[in-house]
Nanobody
Framework: QVKLVESGGGLVQPGGSLRLSCAASGFTLDSHAIGWFRQAPGKEREGLSCISSSDGPTYYADSVKGRFTISRDNAKTTVYLQMNSLKPEDTAVYYC????????????????????WGQGTQVTVSS
């Protein structure tokens, strides 16, 4: 059974950092592309970043480029999203998602490209 579990969310002050984790089980992580998304109240789900299999490219949305870093540890079957210089507008529920393809192209940011989703973790950036 494919399962994705996010963790690491919480309350952080503006300018602070958090590292989100996405623990995967039930499938071979390295054969899947993994994406991170977020959804704020009243807004559409936004694609933030995607990591391909071990030898593939990573992608970032302009809104997080230079502040967020995606990485994967296949041995630990976990994908991370390091988030630095957080802003109040980063407040949202953050989700990871997986698709059984080693690479995603220009549509990596579309939620419809992904087959499996975690339950989400809340990130709140506030002073």
């Amino acid at each position: 059974q494919v399962k994705l579990v996010e963790s690491g969310g919480g309350l952080v002050q503006p300018g602070g950092s958090l590292r989100l984790s996405c623990a995967a089980s039930g499938f071979t992580l390295d054969s899947h592309a993994i994406g991170w998304f977020r959804q704020a109240p009243g807004k559409e789900r936004e694609g933030l970043s995607c990591i391909s299999s071990s030898d593939g490219p990573t992608y970032y949305a302009d809104s997080v480029k230079g502040r967020f870093t995606i990485s994967r540890d296949n041995a630990k079957t976990t994908v991370y999203l390091q988030m630095n210089s957080l802003k109040p507008e980063d407040t949202a529920v953050y989700y990871c998602a997986a698709v059984p393809r080693r690479f995603l192209g220009s549509n990596w940011y579309s939620q419809y490209e992904y087959d499996f989703w975690g339950q989400g973790t809340q990130v709140t950036v506030s002073s």
